[in-house]
């Protein structure tokens, strides 16, 4: 059975446990701030007056500040108008240059000092060994560059050199493989003229060696054309027994070469020569047609 223990209806004890509660520091807490909030409201309303005084005293402060800079500003802008004060302005500038100036020169001369200074300072043995050390390095390097000017100055002559070789073997070269030719040189001369034609590979003589007009292997048109007979003129080859007769009747060859029939001009012309005969020749186009002979045309001369 649990003993109880009995206490008096109006003790302290229900208001230490009232206050002691989170309840009950609320409600401490609540009166508090009722009694604060209450004095407060007190003191304004018995006081109005004074806060009505301080504000016109800011107030009017305050309008004596800006009626001061209002003054103040008009002044400095009928300054800033004036020239000379322009020019004060402008000296101020110019000294802070100079300054700026003049600091860099004492800073440039204090480093200079100090320069001197040290090298006044050292022993001049070693500024001496310093000195030469450094004379030695430039004329090592002197001599280096000196060197490299001397070999590239050799490598140029072999070069000049090389290249006069090869410039005197391509000469060489180019005399081996030209072949030194001469020009014909054409003449006048008093024998008659005998032309041959050389068509379709072969060749046609307009005369026979007794000199008459050639009716075999030439067809000759009423206006003095010659047209060769394909395939009835004579070889190249077959040529030296009729250049020989020839020979004797004192007249010099003209031939009349197509272009289909160049090589057998060659070998003819030589024959030709072998014989003894002078000779001439005119290049002839087949889309030109045939050879045509008149009083009007021209007589090549011998070669």
Not at 153 to 182: C, G, M, P, S, V
């Amino acid at each position: 059975m649990n003993i109880r223990h009995k206490r008096p209806p109006d003790s302290l004890f229900m208001l230490l446990d009232t206050i002691c509660d989170t309840f009950g520091g609320i409600l401490l807490l609540a009166v508090l701030l009722t009694l604060l909030t209450s004095q407060e409201n007190e003191a304004h309303i018995g006081a109005p007056s004074d806060d009505t005084d301080f504000v016109k005293r800011q107030l009017e402060i305050a309008k004596a500040n800006l009626h001061q800079t209002l003054n103040l500003s008009a002044q400095l802008q009928a300054k800033a108008r004036d020239d000379r004060w322009k020019d004060q302005i402008q000296l101020i500038t110019t000294r802070k240059d100079l300054q700026e100036q003049l600091q860099q020169s004492e800073d440039i001369i204090s480093r200079k000092t100090k320069d001197i200074q040290a090298a006044a300072a050292a022993d001049p043995a070693e500024r001496a060994k310093e000195l030469n050390a450094q004379m030695a390095d430039a004329r090592l390097r002197q001599a280096e560059a000196t060197n490299r000017l001397a070999a590239a100055k050799q490598d140029l002559d072999r070069l000049k050199q090389r290249q006069a070789d090869l410039e005197h073997q391509i000469n060489i070269k180019t005399q081996e493989t030209q072949r030194q030719l001469r020009l014909p040189k054409e003449h006048e001369t008093g024998k008659d003229v005998v032309y041959v034609v050389a068509r379709y590979g072969l060749i046609y003589p307009c005369r026979n060696s007794d000199l008459s007009r050639n009716e075999t292997t030439i067809e000759w048109g009423l206006l003095g054309t010659a047209e060769p007979v394909p395939g009835k003129g004579l070889p190249p080859s077959a040529t030296d027994s009729y250049f020989a007769e020839l020979a004797r009747n004192n007249v010099y060859v003209v031939f009349c070469a197509f272009e289909d029939s160049f090589p057998a001009f060659m070998q003819a012309r030589q024959a030709a020569v072998s014989k003894g005969l002078s000779y001439g020749w005119e290049p002839f186009r087949i889309v030109d047609g045939s050879v045509a002979f008149g009083s009007h045309g021209h007589i090549p001369k011998p070669q």
